[in-house]
């Protein structure tokens, strides 16, 4: 019955709403025109290029904060410690993110310093061009990006890539230095959790072993082994650990 008298009420309040903004006197209905017009103006159409350039980056910032900064080894890294504990969602995605985030944020501060006092204040104070703000912004990236890149990945991308050979490392197109900073932060992650994994991956071989001495065979090892593997994390201040190596494995 009582939620017979919910739906009456809420097709009144709905019926009463719309017969409301009907009237335009109560509820003014705006007006908004988006149109395309032909301009002979070049600076109308230098604008209309800035803004759609403008709007294309921030669609595409959270890819470049993934994908040119420490996020992508962090993230791996804390993702691959989750795992090992074996603890599911805990801690869940959003603390992993934020985690990995904040300390983005730690470790790319020089970096962002460098653009900010050679690049965006020049140009909010118009002593430099819009081309030549990019120009620098792009020289601390570039930098950070070649320090955590092997030779090795970067000559793959370098054997492949059309046009002129670069002849030192300075006339490496950007377009090239990113993919392989990514193959080799992909490597690096990987190698740190493996070594995540491992003094987990003995624990649970030894609780596996016992229970099948014990003739506990039905016993799911996992059951036995968290606890343990719980304790020895938090007796070794396991996240000041991971945070550190984390933090000391980028050359900045």
Known sequence: M???KIIIISFLLF?????FAVDKNFFPIPKINFD???TDNPEEISLGLQIMFLLTILALSPSILIMTTCFMRVAIVLSFARRALATQQIPS????IGLALFITFYIMAPVWTQINDTALQPYIDREITQPEAISRAVVPI???MLAQT???DLALFVKYATGEKPRNIDEIPTHVVIPGFILSELKTAFQMGILIFLPFLIVDIVVASVLMSMGMMMLPPIMISMPFKLIIFVMADGWHLIIGSLVKSFRV
């Open 2 to 4: 009582n939620q017979k």
């Open 93 to 96: 995605n959003q603390v992993i």
């Open 36 to 38: 395309v017009q032909a």
């Open 15 to 19: 019926f009463i709403f719309t017969s």
């Open 142 to 144: 570039r930098k950070f």
């Open 150 to 152: 092997r030779k090795k």
